[in-house]
Structure formats: C-alpha cells, structure tokens
C-alpha cells in the first residue's frame, strides 16, 4: 500500500505543488486550470443526467422534460451541463487566442499544442453529438445537415452516412450511437488532456515575454494556487449568472419543441460555439469544396508550429503582429455573426471575406511576417 502512495503523491508533489513556474505568468494564464474544471463538471454532470436520460426517438425529449420537472435538483443539472458546454468553449477559445498572442505554439511547446488542437476537435465532435441527445426541432434537422455532409465524400460518402445514421434517416439508432459516442468521447478528452499537460510540464510552461525563464520560476504552491482560485471565484460567479438567471438564453428556441421530421425549421443553425465553422462551410458554394474548408480551418491551427518563421514568440516585441493579431479576432467574430444569418446577401458576401482573411492571415501573413521581422532585425545589427 505504501508503495502505491508514494508514486501518487509524487505525482502530485510534482505538478501541483513543487512544479517551477516563471514568476512572470499572469492571469491569462487561468484559462487552462478552467477548462480543465469545467471538463470535470461535464463528466460528472452528465453521468447524472445519463441515470435519468432514456434514449430513444419516442421517449428522449419526454425523458429531458422529466429531468427538469420530477428529479430532484434535475433542472440544475440540466442547467449546469448546457451552459456548461458553452463555458467550456468560452475558456478554451480564450486559452486558444492566448496561445495566438503569446506564440505558445512554438518549439519546444509545438507538441502541446498540436494535442491541444486535437482536444478541440474532439470537443466539437462531442459537443455536437450531445446536441442531438434532447431531440428537439434543432437537434433532428441540425444532425441531418451536419451528417449529410459526409455525403461529400467521393464514392464512399453515402456509406458513410447511412453507417452513422445506423439506417437510412436520422432515427433511433442514431440516437442510440450519439448517447453512447456522447459518453464515451469525454474521457478520451481527459486521456489527451492529461498527456498534454505531461508533455507541457516535461519542457515547463511558457510566459508572456515569450523567453528562456528557467532561472527565475518559483513553486506553483502555494503561489499560483491562489492566483487561480481567484479566477475560479471570478468563473464561478459568471457561470452562475447564466445558470439562475437567463439558463436559456444561449439554446436555440426551436429546440425546446420535440422534433417533428415532417417540419422542418425556418433556418437551420448550430449552437453559438460553431457557428464560425458554420460560416466558411456555408461560404463554398461547393458541398465537399466547403466541408474541405471547414476541416482545415481547425487542421491549420494544429500546423501553426511549422507555419510560424520567426523565433520571436510574444507579440510584446512584434507591434505589426500585435495589430494583425486583432484583426484576426474581428474576422472570427464576424465569422459567428455570418454563421447565424440567412443565407442571403449581403452575408454570403461577407462570409466569404471573413473565411479568405482567415485563411489569408495564417497562410500568407503569418509567414510572411515573421520573414520580415527577422530581415529587420539582421538588417539593423
């Protein structure tokens, strides 16, 4: 017995308390202990909710209202999950655009990253499939457009779409696969979240100067404890705003009616956290030309490391990056935006815009950029 104490308190000494952490991180740096919580919470969340959940077309959206109205503290569950999803793409989409600013993509933290990409991919994949489950209007007519997608595939898109549908339509045997994905598919993300927080602690966390600081780190307690316990309060209170006072504000109305194959909704839309996804699928007049392009809009982030091409990481010390930072920032708001419009001009106009900066930024910009800093810089020494 003491023999398995001690590795795990090793373990434990090793990350949590012992671990060296430049002294200099801010709390830009929270982000990544909440994703983790907020993981946590829906792993626990939905296990509760899987007690109660009953999957089957003629029983699922019954089954939900039944968690809300007849199981204790059910509605809370319910409340903490949905929402849950959503606080869970704010803090990683804010982790993401933390790592843009300060270059944590780099070497020797490109494998970090790369995993951290995969997280998100597995994320979207989990998020949608879960969308399905409360099988409302949204959920049927948003899994037969998403799904129908793979249709794009040349000679074997069709198979593979009557494989995930376990059938020829969206039916109960779909919604038997996504319950059992939907379960699944989060401890796969805690396996890859746990490798990517060995692999960033094997090489030691990054900072905002973006420089060796292998001298000047101090014991991560009692120190940073602290420092993410605060934005812990801080997460908890936003959290909570949207739990008990507008817990549906951030769903979709149509989904709240059982679904109904016969009626299909006015306009189709996914949940907020993928609509800039939506919109450059949507941008390609071409079905297979725009799902390649939706693809490569997260694949790209993942090839970051080696599209990079200058050895200067945080934008403190590239004011041009700096600018071309934030007009990426506005290119992925008004991507959201496009995502949930009709599709019609103007936006289809501006949906193809935003996706050709997006693509624009990191292709061409990107590169070229950082060439450029690194002629200046031997130019003047």
């Not at 995969?118 to 948003?142: D, E, H, N, R």
């Not at 600081?213 to 209170?237: A, C, E, Q, R, W």
């Not at 996804?277 to 799902?291: D, E, M, N, T, W």
Request: proline share 6%.
């Amino acid at each position: 017995m003491r023999l398995l104490k001690r590795p795990l308190l090793s373990i434990v000494n090793n990350h949590l308390i012992d671990y060296p952490t430049p002294i200099n991180i801010h709390y830009a740096w929270n982000f990544g202990f909440l994703s983790s919580l907020c993981l946590i919470i829906q792993i626990l969340t939905g296990i509760f909710l899987a007690m109660h959940y009953t999957p089957h077309v003629d029983l699922a959206f019954s089954s939900v209202e039944h968690i809300m109205r007849d199981v204790n503290y059910g509605w809370l569950l319910r409340y903490i999950h949905a929402n849950g999803a959503s606080m869970f793409f704010v803090v990683v989409y804010v982790h993401i655009f933390r790592g843009l600013y300060f270059g944590s993509y780099i070497k020797p933290r490109h494998w970090v990253w790369v995993l951290g990409v995969i997280i998100l991919l597995l994320m979207i994949i989990t998020a949608f499939i879960g969308y399905v489950l409360p099988w409302g209007q949204m959920s049927l007519w948003g899994a037969t457009v998403i799904t129908n997608l793979v249709s794009a595939v040349p000679l074997i898109g069709n198979s593979i779409v009557i494989w995930l549908w376990g059938g020829f339509s969206v039916d109960n045997a779909t919604l038997n696969r996504f319950f059992s994905l939907h379960y699944l598919l989060p401890f796969i993300i805690v396996a890859v979240s746990l490798i990517h927080i060995a692999i960033l602690h094997q090489g030691g966390s990054g900072n905002p100067l973006g420089i060796d600081s292998s001298v000047d780190k101090i014991n991560f307690y009692p120190y940073f404890i602290i420092k993410d316990l605060l934005g812990l309060t801080i997460f908890i209170i936003f959290f909570s705003f949207f739990i008990y006072f507008t817990p549906n504000i951030l769903g979709h109305p149509d989904n709240y009616i059982e679904a109904n194959p016969m009626v299909t909704p006015a306009h189709i839309v996914p949940e907020w956290y993928f609509l800039p996804f939506y919109a450059i699928l949507r941008s390609i007049p071409h079905k297979l030309g725009g799902v390649i392009a939706m693809i490569s809009a997260i694949i790209i982030l993942a090839l970051l490391p080696w599209i990079h091409s200058t050895e200067i990481r945080s934008s403190r010390f590239r004011p041009v990056y700096k600018y071309l930072y934030w007009t990426l920032i506005s290119c992925c708001l008004v991507l959201g935006w496009i995502g949930g419009m009709p599709v019609e001009d103007p936006y289809i106009l501006i949906g193809q815009l935003a996706s050709l900066y997006y693509f624009f930024y990191f292709l061409i910009l990107l590169p070229f950029l950082g060439k450029l800093e690194q002629f200046l810089i031997n130019f003047t020494v």
